[in-house]
């Protein structure tokens, strides 16, 4: 029986992390394109906003990856060399995308951990814990706006699958994935993108 993790056209599980912590800009790119999808299930329009940030920083790399490929195969490679020349769009677009998967991987991670918490609760916790510090008073109320749509968890979990027992296997490994991810991508940036 299929899932929304069978769906996925990339899973954070399957993106190239080198032995130097390089992330694969191409599938990393995808898995966050599969990720976004995640936005769909929670049935809401207020989630418009949350998905248009996160396609909008995708974009942004996407096209640094399109312009000079051969300086963009890792997500590190394209920071550098965007750096190097003076420019930060995409390096910015790394950035709040970043920020975007870690909400979305502690959302997740509240979700799962606080199995009797509604998912409105989960989200506003994962919210305060990591988006909320960098939006300003203009931002802040149409992202929690966005926190109180959540649908109840037993709705969101029978759109992930039917099949209960395999959906929190697969999110479990896929949570862990994009958390490693998110650390790796989080320490980098601490160091190169001081600036923005």
Known sequence: MSTFFDEMKMSFETVP???DNKISTSEFLEASESLVKLFDLLGNAAFVVVQN???GNI???RKRLLATPDKSATLQDLVTNERAEGKKTASEG??????????TAQAMKETIENPTTEMTDTFIAAYKKTLSQYHGMLVKPIFKLAMKACPYRKDF???LGADQEKVNTQLKAWLAALENIVSILLEF???TCKDL
Do not use: S
């Open 59 to 61: 974009a942004k790399l």
């Open 189 to 191: 940036l601490a160091k």
């Open 53 to 55: 940030d996160l396609n």
């Open 94 to 103: 790394l950035l709040w995308l970043t920020r975007g998967l870690q909400f």
């Open 17 to 19: 992390v080198d032995r």
């Open 157 to 159: 979990f029978a759109k």
